[in-house]
């Protein structure tokens, strides 16, 4: 079993809807979550970033992280097209000397059709 | 544009051979960190150096070596490829050695053909 879950997808949306995207993990010392997103032929980019269990909010986005059940999530408000992309979850696993790495999970492709 | 460079952005080359791919962290950060992205592992840690010393090693093959220089930019060294090894590879950075935020490039993508 992978440390991180996440559907693959695709997930195919009408311009303007809600969509929500989940993540599951079974380690409990996983301390940051991160929410990233990748577009064909570039690197992930950076999206939200949180510690603690709860909701944040930016702009149309908000993480949300629940601790207690291992699950986290990133709802997008008014989907545009430009969202269509690969979504990435992370998570920083302690190693060793305060180092962390970061355990993706697969991603999940969305399609925001106009 | 995160600020990260990697060149070159697309290396092909043949089963046996030694490449080097390059990466230049963004302006004040610490930290680069490697992963390989294939279709079937997804996105996998390989290493971390900090202020030109390693500090963590993940899922790296033993043919597969980095360093970091002086002016922080960092070289990961792959050497006897096989056609296994045809993946995108990112480099990352952050500021520190601790849990902060990763800012990736956007990747080389080495074919061994």
């Known amino acids: 079993q992978k440390e991180v879950e996440q559907d693959p997808g695709p997930l195919s949306v009408p311009e303007g809807a809600i969509v929500s995207l989940n993540c599951t993990y079974s380690?409990?010392?996983?301390?940051?979550f991160m929410w990233y997103r990748q577009y064909s032929r570039k690197g992930p980019e950076l999206l939200m970033y949180t510690y603690s269990s709860g909701n944040k909010e930016d702009g149309r986005f908000t993480a949300q992280v629940d601790k207690s059940s291992k699950y986290i999530s990133l709802f997008i408000r008014d989907s545009q097209p430009s969202d269509s992309a690969t979504y990435l979850c992370?998570?920083?696993?302690?190693?060793?000397?305060?180092?962390?790495?970061?355990?993706f999970g697969s991603g999940t492709r969305l399609l925001v059709r106009p | 544009d995160s600020g990260v460079t990697q060149t070159p952005k697309h290396l092909i080359t043949a089963t046996g051979q030694r490449v080097t791919l390059r990466c230049s962290p963004r302006?004040?950060?610490?930290?680069v960190y490697w992963y390989q992205q294939s279709l079937d592992q997804g996105l996998q840690f390989l290493i971390q150096?900090?202020?030109?010393?390693?500090?963590a090693k993940g899922n790296i093959l033993e043919r597969f070596s980095a360093q970091q220089f002086p002016d922080l930019h960092s070289e990961l060294n792959l050497s006897s490829l096989e056609l296994g090894d045809s993946a995108l590879y990112f480099c990352?950075?952050?500021?520190?050695?601790?849990?902060?935020?990763?800012?990736f490039g956007d990747g080389t993508r080495l074919s061994i053909l």
């Open positions: 990352a950075s952050s500021l520190g050695q601790g849990n902060q935020p990763q800012h």
């Open positions: 380690n409990s010392a996983f301390q940051y």
């Open positions: 302006s004040g950060d610490l930290s």
């Open positions: 150096y900090y202020n030109g010393e390693e500090r």
């Open positions: 992370a998570m920083s696993d302690p190693i060793k000397d305060s180092s962390y790495k970061l355990i």
